[in-house]
């Protein structure tokens, strides 16, 4: 029999046609670990306010892949020593750098798990596919550890120009039609070059640099920190906050879960669980977007109000209503919500529920942390707020905080709760 061929050509809508290069990468994508990214999407319930942004971690993941293959092209044009090996294991390391979400992606990450980050998990099973393929995702690991000695290679993977955001602002503009997400990804890519096994952007890419950071700033409030988009989370956080604390009392009316997702809602799993007891990992390599929509529409039905009516709210898109603003609220204002919430006949106990406080923040650009570099004409390397002449680049630096308060309006419970 013919050995299947391995090399495969993908169309890919943002990028148009890209190829998986190697027979190593195939295997990978083929594998049920990366597979299961077909059913997370990439923007959770972003599409609640952008009907298009249907697209998932497995078109992010392989898009991510495909700059990375092109930043290693760009590096070895310009005379930097990259080898084969090298090569593959940094497209290895970015394909893979998403395979430890959850369902819903960064929107369950705070309740799902214990203080577990989705790197940690991406990078426990980075290693267990590198025992499956015999150690051959070594060097990858490395990369993505940040210990490999060429730190180039990691800046690539994770930092504040890395193909990961450069492939999701492409995309996640392409999938919402907001067409400030357009950063020109191919012209950075040919602006890279390095300084001493160090990223830096040629001069003449400032331009592009500053677009990438602006679009940035602007993707996270039109579109991530979208105040519908933070509603829907808040009511879907609270809807497993409901369907945990039901699952975990003793008496009441069983609460429908398969049991690769019961296990964490019955268990406050934390990164020493999932080191300690393999049966942890198994089973979140099984959970999926598809799983929470079918507990969802079940719970829908359970004789619990506050569970059923989260659940069904959320299914027919009657959301929370929600206030932003630069200072923190008033006590005067959360009481009369309060108030408001007791009119309808929701109790102390469950009115946690229905009335939810937090803050978002917004930051383009960190010099603290892995700094874009710039070299200028005469060698010299400075970072991008000091080589920009735009005064806004400045202001990119500062982190950017907005404090909301979601209520639901209109309801009434007429039962009593528990």
């Known amino acids: ?48 306010v952008y009907p298009g942004a249907l697209h998932t971690r497995f078109h992010h993941a392989l898009g991510a892949m495909h700059l990375m293959g ?35 992606s960064h929107v369950l990450e705070c309740c799902l798990l214990d203080n577990v980050p989705h790197e940690e998990i991406s990078l426990m099973l980075m290693r267990d596919l590198n025992i499956q393929f015999n150690g051959a995702l070594s060097l990858a690991i490395r990369m993505f550890e940040g210990t490999y000695e060429r ?68 993707m996270y409030w039109q579109v991530y920190l979208h105040k519908t988009s933070i509603c829907c989370e808040s009511m879907l956080i609270q809807i497993l906050r409901r369907a945990r604390f039901l699952i975990r009392q003793d ?63 959320l299914l027919d898109r009657k959301l929370f209503k929600i206030m932003l603003s630069t200072e923190p609220f008033a006590g005067e204002l959360l009481n009369e919500l309060e108030d408001q919430l007791h009119r309808a006949g929701l109790t102390d106990e469950i009115l946690s529920y229905f009335l939810v406080e ?28 000091d080589a920009s002449d735009l005064s806004n680049i400045q202001v990119l630096t500062n982190i950017v905080r907005r404090y909301y308060v979601c209520w639901a309006k209109g309801i009434s419970i007429s039962q009593s709760v528990s």
């Open 358 to 385: 937090g803050q978002a923040t917004n930051a383009a650009y960190l010099p603290s942390g892995d700094r874009i570099a710039i070299k200028l004409k005469t060698g010299r390397v400075i970072d991008i707020a």
């Open 151 to 218: 730190p180039f290679f990691h800046q690539l993977i994770s930092s504040q120009l890395d193909m990961d955001r450069m492939d999701y602002l492409n995309r996640d503009g392409y999938y919402t039609g907001v067409a400030e997400g357009a950063i020109g990804a191919e012209r950075i890519i040919k602006m890279l070059d390095l300084v001493d096994d160090q990223l830096v952007v040629e001069a003449k890419g400032i331009l592009s640099v500053e677009n990438f950071l602006n679009a940035r700033r602007l």
């Open 251 to 313: 008496g009441v009316e069983p609460v429908y879960a398969p049991e690769t997702f019961r296990i964490f809602l019955r268990d406050s799993v934390s990164m020493t669980d999932f080191q300690m007891n393999r049966a942890y990992l198994d089973a979140f390599t099984k959970l999926d977007d598809f799983d929470i929509w079918s507990c969802i529409k079940q719970w829908a039905l359970h004789t619990d109000s506050v569970l059923s009516m989260l659940c069904q709210m």
């Open 1 to 48: 029999m013919a050995t299947p061929n391995k090399k495969k050509i993908l169309n890919d809508p943002v990028y148009g046609f890209i190829t998986i290069p190697t027979e190593l990468l195939f295997d990978l994508v083929e594998h049920p670990y990366f597979q299961r990214l077909r059913r997370i999407k990439q923007l959770g319930l972003s599409e609640y």
């Open 70 to 104: 092109q930043a290693m092209s760009t590096l070895q044009s310009k005379g930097h020593r990259i080898t084969d090996a090298e090569c593959e294991a940094a497209q290895i390391a970015i394909l893979l750098h998403d395979v430890g979400h959850g369902p819903f």
